[in-house]
């Protein structure tokens, strides 16, 4: 694939899920003053956005990859800017030190809806109707001394002091592996008291935003056993949200006791399954019973030929069936995207999850929204059908699609009327189930 063909699957994929950029970057409030603005927002948005696209790793390579042949007409034709110069990296740090977090946060629920209004993502849905969405926190940026006023603390072992900043993500996720971001909750100290914020509290303000940004989405949230209690059930009902929870004994030691009895007697509720050298047997039992809630407990036991067993125990607000059991224990392994294909690709893939890009802490937040839109974009690409053969199979993996899509950004250089007539064309752009 030759390197224009490159730049134009970028544009392609961006100009069909997006037509409305240009629009919602402009409408995005600028906090500079208007009389000394020499890059627009949106010069500058993509700068930030191609950084984590090409895995720059550093917010310094701006000067130097960007430098070329094709950075500066490159990023006019993608900005629609007439700009003479390429902004300098310390300009950008500065817009995002004063531009609100929620700026961004409403750009990519503006992204994330168009894919929904495309029906782009429908065929990943459980049961024909429900979107996954998993939820789980990670570690954002640690330092050895005191970073800002918000930052948790912990004392090591050692006796040094740790001041850090987690983060609590929501991410739809689908069998072939996307997993894009929706909703993001900073662990952050806010009101000076000693007792620090936690992923549970983060967890009771992340949903009310989530469900009011996609108040008709129906949506079944796959959760790790921390969010096994009465408090969070309640809230997933009030928000009209279904669920699959990872079911440990030791988060309701009772109703796990209550399974262990029950599934003996009710024997009809077992099934078991053969798929090639994997050999699956489900158990269920419904209608457990925790405070004010009810809810269904499902167990996968995996044995492979060597006789190495595996077992998964999931709860969920959906009543289990014969009919059903394969399907939703299919959902409830897919909450491991969010570690592999959302938190561990962006530490260990190019993006640098863990790099502080920023020490001002607005900038540093609006750095990871950033890395989410530039991930979002990512997997668009990667995933869709535009290109001849798959990506690994052209590329060898993504790191290899990002550094010859950064070779392609230096060296050549799309012309506007070509690329025009290109985007013109219509296309379908599906993604592989696989």
């Not at 950008?92 to 609100?100: D, E, I, R």
């Not at 495309?118 to 940026?141: C, H, M, N, P, Q």
């Not at 640690?142 to 800002?148: A, E, L, V």
């Not at 009310?208 to 809230?235: E, H």
Request: net charge positive; proline share 5%; glycine share 6%.
């Amino acid at each position: 694939m030759s390197r224009e063909e490159l730049l134009q699957v970028v544009h392609k994929t961006l100009r069909h899920f997006f037509p409305g950029m240009r629009h919602w970057l402009d409408s995005l409030p600028d906090p500079r003053a208007p009389s000394r603005i020499t890059y627009p927002f949106r010069s500058l948005f993509w700068s930030g956005v191609l950084m984590f696209l090409f895995h720059l790793s550093a917010r310094r390579r701006l000067r130097y990859d960007f430098n070329s042949e094709g950075g500066l007409p490159n990023l006019n034709l993608l900005s629609e800017t007439e700009l003479e110069t390429l902004p300098h990296p310390d300009t950008l740090a500065y817009l995002l030190k004063n531009v609100s977090p929620h700026s961004l946060d409403r750009l990519r629920r503006r992204m994330v809806r168009q894919l929904l209004r495309k029906r782009s993502l429908e065929r990943f849905r459980l049961f024909d109707r429900f979107y996954l969405v998993a939820i789980d926190g990670t570690g954002y940026l640690s330092f050895r001394k005191p970073h800002c006023d918000q930052c948790l603390r912990e004392t090591l072992p050692s006796g040094a002091r740790l001041y850090y900043h987690p983060v609590l993500e929501a991410k739809l996720v689908c069998a072939n592996g996307l997993a894009i971001s929706l909703g993001t909750e900073f662990l952050q100290n806010t009101d000076g008291q000693e007792k620090q914020d936690c992923e549970l509290k983060a967890f009771y303000r992340l949903l009310p935003r989530l469900r009011a940004a996609f108040p008709q989405l129906p949506i079944c949230l796959l959760l790790d056993g921390l969010y096994l209690n009465q408090n969070v059930l309640s809230l997933v009902r009030k928000h009209r949200c279904a669920c699959i929870i990872t079911f440990k004994e030791g988060s309701l030691p009772d109703a796990y006791r209550e399974f262990e009895a029950l599934h003996a007697l009710v024997a009809h509720q077992e099934i078991e399954r053969t798929d090639g050298t994997l050999r699956r047997r489900y158990r269920w039992v419904n209608d457990l019973v925790h405070g004010e809630h009810r809810f269904h407990a499902l167990e996968c036991i995996e044995t492979r030929t060597d006789g190495k067993a595996t077992r998964f125990l999931w709860a969920t607000s959906f009543p289990v069936t014969s009919a059903n059991v394969e399907t939703l224990s299919q959902g409830g392994r897919l909450r491991w995207k969010i570690e592999n294909e959302g938190f561990n690709t962006q530490k260990n893939g190019g993006y640098r999850l863990e790099h502080a890009y920023s020490e001002n802490w607005q900038a540093a937040r609006n750095f990871y929204l950033l890395m989410q839109i530039a991930h979002l974009i990512n997997q668009l690409i990667a995933k869709g059908n535009l290109f001849r053969a798959p990506l690994k199979q052209l590329f060898g993996s993504i790191r290899s699609f990002a550094a010859r899509l950064l070779e392609a950004w230096r060296t050549a250089t799309l012309q506007p009327d070509a690329l025009q007539r290109y985007l013109a064309q219509p296309i379908q752009i599906r993604f592989d189930s696989s």
